[in-house]
């Protein structure tokens, strides 16, 4: 679970930098959770606390379903643009980073053609990119529900292990046959002893 833990961090923290980058506030806000209940959950595995790793396995879905999201917003799926300003709660006009910064893409900076109109995002030209930057986000996302399920799968192992070791228990004087409520089936009779001495 350690190692699952270390990658889903890196994953998350690679994420969260290039998220901040871009100024994209709603999957910044989502990898800062993503982070935390990872934490979360590696602490309940090892301090033997099923309830919070029961967290980790609620967000884990609702981790997927956002990732699911994402993939489904930049390759425009069901009236969905890339263009808006939805990963930056409509606060600013930023978008991807990988949009001006991809691998081969170089960035030309063009004049408005109307004197007066300040320098916008969208007077940015990009070119020769090796892959566009919405791939660039459907693979990190693809990436981040591919490392979810396979916590998800593991959660829900050790979940049913701690549930198991906590059946099996059996508390001191509480779920033998000998407890103080049943006497025991045998009975040992107990005489005095006589003290071994001189009588006088």
């Not at 917003?73 to 991807?96: A, Q």
């Not at 001006?100 to 969208?122: F, K, Q």
């Not at 916590?151 to 059946?167: R, W």
Request: with cysteine; net charge negative.
């Amino acid at each position: 679970m350690f190692c699952l833990c270390v990658f889903l961090q890196l994953a998350a923290l690679e994420r969260q930098i290039f998220d901040f980058l871009g100024f994209q506030w709603a999957p910044i806000l989502g990898n800062f959770l993503q982070i935390i209940v990872v934490i979360l959950g590696l602490f309940g595995t090892i301090q033997f606390r099923p309830r919070y790793i029961v967290v980790y396995t609620v967000w884990t879905a609702l981790w997927v379903t956002w990732n699911v999201f994402i993939i489904c917003f930049y390759l425009e799926v069901g009236g969905l643009s890339k263009e808006t300003d939805l990963m930056t709660f409509n606060i600013s006009m930023h978008r991807s980073w990988w949009r001006e910064h991809g691998p081969g893409c170089i960035r030309r900076v063009v004049r408005p053609s109307a004197p007066g109109i300040l320098d916008d995002y969208s007077y940015v030209s990009v070119t020769g990119c090796i892959i566009d930057f919405q791939y660039l986000e459907v693979i990190h996302s693809a990436i981040q529900i591919l490392l979810s399920l396979i916590g998800f799968v593991y959660a829900c192992y050790v979940i049913s292990i701690f549930m198991e070791e906590e059946d099996s228990f059996d508390f001191i004087g509480g779920l033998d046959t000998y407890s103080y409520r049943q006497p025991p089936k045998e009975h040992v009779e107990l005489k005095p002893v006589k003290p071994v001495g001189k009588v006088l």
